[in-house]
């Protein structure tokens, strides 16, 4: 948007320096006002009009360089906000992903193999504490990696 604006800006900065010229404003018997460069040929009708000079040389090229420091400083801000972005991204991608793998170990520790049994006389058997034990570490690491990622999200 700034390097839309610069030759306008220039171009206001300039133009008054066009204009030095005497300018002339004058009134007709109808109440008409015309502004010349030149008197008419009634003098009684004639106003001269001051116009204040343009800026100077120095004040303009301080204006183009506080205008390039501007445009310097919108420029950092952006590439900021950008790595900012970024690596928000990049630390939700990696918490979203330690959620599913904490899911998927959650999963592998909740199948029950043959040593999570303890078989006892007369057929019977029972679930060992350990497999318990197991599940719960894999639960807690999940809901960890859960809150983790409800905290960057910004829950």
């Given at each position: 948007?700034?390097?839309?604006?610069?030759?306008?800006?220039?171009?206001?900065?300039?133009?008054?320096?066009?204009?030095?010229?005497?300018?002339?404003?004058?009134?007709?018997?109808?109440?008409?006002?015309?502004?010349?460069?030149?008197?008419?040929?009634?003098?009684?009708?004639?106003?001269?009009?001051?116009?204040?000079?343009?800026?100077?040389?120095?004040?303009?090229?301080?204006?183009?360089?506080?205008?390039?420091?501007?445009?310097?400083?919108?420029?950092?801000?952006?590439?900021?906000?950008?790595?900012?972005?970024?690596?928000?991204?990049?630390?939700?991608?990696?918490?979203?992903?330690?959620?599913?793998?904490?899911?998927?170990?959650?999963?592998?520790?909740?199948?029950?193999?043959?040593?999570?049994?303890?078989?006892?006389?007369?057929?019977?058997?029972?679930?060992?504490?350990?497999?318990f034990e197991r599940v719960k570490k894999?639960?807690?690491?999940?809901?960890?990696?859960?809150?983790?990622?409800?905290?960057?999200?910004?829950?």
């Amino acid at each position: 948007m700034v390097k839309k604006l610069y030759p306008l800006i220039t171009l206001v900065l300039v133009l008054p320096l066009t204009l030095t010229a005497e300018v002339y404003r004058t009134v007709d018997e109808q109440g008409n006002v015309t502004y010349t460069d030149s008197p008419q040929a009634d003098p009684q009708k004639i106003e001269k009009v001051e116009i204040q000079p343009g800026p100077s040389d120095e004040s303009i090229s301080d204006t183009m360089e506080r205008n390039r420091a501007i445009r310097k400083a919108m420029e950092e801000a952006q590439e900021k906000r950008l790595e900012k972005s970024t690596a928000r991204k990049d630390r939700l991608a990696k918490a979203e992903q330690e959620v599913e793998e904490a899911e998927k170990q959650l999963a592998a520790m909740e199948e029950m193999g043959e040593d999570d049994r303890q078989y006892l006389q007369g057929g019977k058997s029972y679930i060992r504490p350990e497999y318990f034990e197991r599940v719960k570490k894999a639960q807690r690491e999940l809901d960890e990696a859960k809150k983790r990622l409800k905290k960057l999200r910004g829950y």
